[in-house]
Nanobody, 120 residues
């Protein structure tokens, strides 16, 4: 059984910071390395969009809207991914979802999401 435990969301004022964490557990990870881990977000009335992804070797890709403000990182030993969010804006308000991909077994798994609200 796979679990993705997300944490770190909440309410923050514009210009503030938050750090999201996502830890994956399950027997599948003892047999397979996670290729890509990432964060996506979905604001009310909008489609889910990519925020940032990171490969096992540390290559990253960011949405243009968060470049220079957000930093994604991962700990392969802990099957965990993090998102440091600085200089937050009201338009960053959304539910943030953790995602992981294992290419060799075509495995794609989503977390339940954590709410981030940026408001004064």
């Amino acid at each position: 059984q796979v679990q993705l435990v997300e944490s770190g969301g909440g309410l923050v004022q514009p210009g503030g910071s938050l750090r999201l964490s996502c830890a994956a557990s399950g027997s599948i990870f003892s047999r397979n390395n996670i290729d890509v881990m990432g964060w996506y977000r979905q604001a009310p009335g909008k489609q889910r969009e990519l925020v940032a992804v990171i490969t096992r070797s540390g290559n990253t890709n960011y949405a243009d809207s968060v470049k220079g403000r957000f930093t994604i990182s991962r700990d392969n030993a802990k099957n965990s991914v993090y998102l440091q969010m600085n200089s937050l804006k009201p338009e960053d308000t959304a539910v943030y979802y953790c995602n992981l991909v294992i290419y060799s077994i075509r495995y794609d798994y989503w977390g339940q999401g954590t709410q981030v609200t940026v408001s004064s």
